[in-house]
């Protein structure tokens, strides 16, 4: 008999996706039981109408106040409320590959883990929404992490995307860290392994992410996503490694190089003009990714801006680091 399980989804503001994200946790055709959580957090669009109208409709969906707004916490409400031994972790705009949840109980069996994953499938449904899944699926775009990349074998890893969990381990490790509003995720799996947890990744698991939609919104999330990896940095310094010190210093450099070029010509100084050296390596970088990585022929357009921003914002976000440090007061 399969296990029973509990699908935790923390959303907010997923009107355009909610229903699809939902409709493919139904239709896993799972054979034990399953109760799907929705843990809302405060929205500006009908997120939560349509919560109620899908609890209406099932009586296997139940819907939870996140009143506090952020992923972490609305995790950990779900998780306390599920009835079930094994927690899969679903978003509001993810959508399961079919047997999703079969394979991933399968997995954590024959395994012994403590959190299984797979794919994060990015997928975009506009041209720029389509580069921007590009770059995600790309070496050149997110430096490689291994759940971006098919080629990626099974095995053990040091995170995974979303995440399929033994409910009593996450009770033991004390669930996500609610103050990390960002990157919770690679915390959590750096805390299961340090305590001697497995985490797999199998690359029979897939998830369809649907990334963001315009040039603002990837910035601010890029931004807002660098600052938080600072944050993971500074309390765990054995984290930090040249993929995600990459970004920082490829901002440093070309602001550094323009800068040089500035004053080299206020001052008359050719030597000083050399900082250009640093802007031209990178957009040469740029023109190389947009001509090898695969996309489609309307995303390819939007490829050298979708690249710049990410790295950029990126970068900034972990150089400018986080306002206030949110463990101060904990």
Same mark, same amino acid.
């Given at each position: ?18 229903? $699809? $994200? ?44 996140? =009143?506090?707004?952020? +992923? ?8 306390? /409320?599920?009835?079930? =031994? ?46 921007? /899944?590009? $770059? ?13 990349? *098919? ?26 860290? *609610? ?14 392994? +340090? ?15 649907? =990334? ?82 695969? $996309?489609? =022929? ?33």
């Amino acid at each position: 008999m399969q296990q029973s399980v509990s699908v935790v989804m923390p959303i907010r503001n997923e009107e355009r996706h909610l229903r $699809a $994200a939902v409709e493919r946790v139904l239709g896993q055709g799972y054979e034990g039981d399953l109760e799907i959580l929705l843990a809302v957090a405060p929205s500006t669009d009908r997120t939560r109408e349509i919560a109620d109208e899908l609890a209406a409709a099932d009586p296997r969906i139940r819907v939870l106040d996140n =009143p506090v707004g952020f +992923t972490p916490a609305g995790l950990n409400v779900a998780i306390r /409320a599920a009835h079930h =031994p094994v927690i899969v972790r679903v978003d509001g705009h993810g959508e399961l590959s079919p047997h999703y949840i079969s394979t991933a109980v399968r997995l954590l069996e024959e395994t012994g883990a403590a959190n299984v994953g797979g794919l994060m499938d990015a997928q975009g449904t506009t041209a720029l929404s389509e580069a921007i /899944a590009a $770059a995600y699926n790309s070496k050149l775009g997110l430096g490689g992490g291994g759940f971006h990349l *098919e080629e990626t074998p099974a095995g053990p890893a040091d995170t995974v995307f979303l995440g399929v969990f033994r409910k009593d381990v996450l009770e033991e490790i004390g669930g996500f860290d *609610e103050s990390l509003h960002r990157a919770q995720d690679w915390e959590l799996n750096y805390r299961l392994r +340090t305590a001697g947890h497995l985490v797999y990744f199998s690359p029979d698991l897939r998830v369809v992410y649907r =990334p963001r939609d315009s040039y603002r919104a990837l910035l601010k999330q890029f931004f807002t996503t660098g600052q938080w990896r600072r944050e993971v940095v500074r309390r765990h310094p054995d984290t930090a490694s040249l993929r995600y010190l990459a970004p920082p210093l490829a901002v440093l450099g070309i602001g550094g190089g323009l800068g040089a070029v500035i004053l080299g010509l206020v001052l008359r100084n050719r030597l000083l003009t050399l900082g250009l050296v640093a802007p031209l390596v990178y957009l040469s970088f740029l023109a190389a990714a947009t001509v090898t990585m695969e $996309a489609t =022929p309307r995303a390819r357009a939007h490829l050298p801006a979708v690249l710049a921003v990410m790295h950029m914002a990126w970068g900034a976000g972990f150089i400018r680091g986080l306002p206030d440090r949110p463990d101060q007061g904990r």
